[in-house]
């Protein structure tokens, strides 16, 4: 009985999330409460499906790990629902599942995260089983070494994919000597030497209620999700924030790195700094991205790389940022034959971006691209809560989603190839090719 039960409480949530109507950005009305205990949180009421999600985060990631203790966040943060309180690892799961919630933990370089989905009518116990894990997280011996040898089998997995070792080979490069440089899964050996009293005190660290950003969407009113929130994050204490990491210094000159790997097919990753998320030209960087490579099958490289020559089954570029900073990715993968021509045409695109910038066209139909692509990606009570999320630890205030459309709507074709010439900079340029790719060779370390 108690398995069908939970079964059943889980397919009402599956339904209820697939019904949650999808939402315009404007028509998001957001209301800012903080709780008797000062807690801050944006709150979306809608009542249109019995769901709340929440969706939180921490000031501290990765990249503050200890010196000897790299992956103890990531690692802290997976067995924060292993088992909290009274409950060990399977009663908690139970709980979780009696209640048809939804909670999980992770962790990025800047901020330790999580988020609650729970029916409405079972909201008392989702944010009871939040308390639980925040304030009473147990660590237990067998659960510790359960996920700490599935997160070092998952490193020595990320070993075997090119995708994996290009990634990790590019952070590396560009952040050597910062924290940043630091894989967020951890080190093999000093995995090895987390012990449970070593996670707990991390948790200690970083459960503090300085720096918590709270944003909650559906079947929930204002007082009593500052009831809700108190109770579950009142017990913390206010702590200090954590310092952010040192300032990251660009390269100055082009490097190329090659990691040897017996595979048929190259994967490629070309960064440049980027640009700041509160940059002025934040916008214009945006369409300069989407019409360069952030547009799909629309964009210049796509149509340059794919179309054109058929030297990729994809290639696309994005916009990264961190705390402390800010990257430009190209990504591709090419035959060890062509990896080369793969290469030399994304420079090709981006040094004709840098000259000419985008033309009338593109630039209007980015714009209308991106300021109706928003909207779609709305469509559950958890997409909305992590988009306002997203938008408290950037500094963005509520009003930004109304204010949005008009942004990019502002942006000029001379905006756009101002900041070609600023961030398609090839002398600024790190390349790192996983594979046999032939023609193209590692340039020496300075």
């Known amino acids: 009985m108690r398995i069908s039960l939970r079964r059943g409480a889980w397919a009402i949530l599956a339904v ?58 990531s690692l802290m943060a997976t067995l924060l629902t292993d088992g909290a309180g009274t409950l060990d690892a399977q009663a908690f799961r139970r709980r979780q599942e009696d209640a048809a919630a939804s909670l999980g933990f992770g962790a990025s370089l800047d901020r330790l995260s999580g988020t609650l989905r729970v029916l409405s009518a079972n909201r008392d116990e989702g944010f009871e089983l939040l308390r639980l894990a925040l304030s009473q997280p147990r660590f237990d011996p067998d659960m510790v070494d359960q996920r700490r040898a599935q997160t070092i089998a998952a490193l020595n997995q990320a070993e075997q994919r090119p995708q994996s070792v290009a990634g990790r080979t590019l952070m590396t490069t560009l952040f050597v000597g910062h924290p940043y440089a630091n894989n967020p899964e951890g080190a093999r050996e000093d995995l090895k030497a987390l012990s449970p009293d070593l996670l707990k005190r991390r948790a200690a660290t970083l459960l503090v209620r300085s720096g918590l950003i709270v944003s909650a969407v559906g079947d929930i009113g204002e007082a009593e999700l500052a009831r809700q929130l108190d109770r579950a994050f009142g017990s913390l204490v206010v702590g200090v924030v954590p310092p952010l990491p040192p300032e990251w210094k660009p390269p100055t000159k082009p490097r190329t790195v090659v990691v040897e790997r017996p595979v048929p097919q190259s994967t490629a990753l070309m960064a440049l700094p980027g640009i700041a998320r509160d940059d002025p030209d934040w916008y214009s960087a945006v369409v300069m991205n989407h019409v360069l490579g952030g547009g799909g099958q629309q964009s210049r490289l796509f149509n340059e790389v794919r179309e054109k020559r ?10 990264r940022t961190y705390k402390r900073a800010a990257l430009l990715v190209v990504s591709t993968a090419s035959a060890n034959e062509r990896v080369a021509d793969a290469i030399r045409v994304v420079r090709a695109e981006l040094a004709r971006m840098r000259t000419e910038g985008v033309t009338e066209q593109e630039l209007a139909d980015a714009k209308t691209y991106l300021s109706g692509a928003l909207a ?36 000029k074709l001379d905006s756009v190839r101002r900041v070609a010439r600023r961030l398609l900079r090839e002398e600024t340029m790190t390349t790192v090719v996983v594979g046999k790719p032939v023609g193209v060779v590692s340039e020496p370390k300075e």
């Open 16 to 73: 209820v999330l697939a019904m949650m109507p999808v939402a315009g950005a404007q028509a998001i009305d957001i209301k800012e409460v903080t709780t008797p205990l000062g807690i801050k949180a944006w709150l979306v009421e809608d009542k249109s499906a019995p769901v709340v999600a929440l969706s939180f985060s921490f000031a501290g990631g990765t990249a503050s790990d200890p010196e000897g203790q790299l992956g103890v966040t």
């Open 310 to 319: 058929g030297l990729t089954y994809g290639v696309s570029s994005g916009l």
């Open 376 to 411: 779609l990606s709305l469509d559950s009570s958890g997409s909305v809560a992590s988009l306002m999320h997203s938008l408290q630890v950037d500094g963005l205030g509520p009003d930004h989603l109304v204010r949005r459309e008009a942004l990019i709507g502002a942006v």
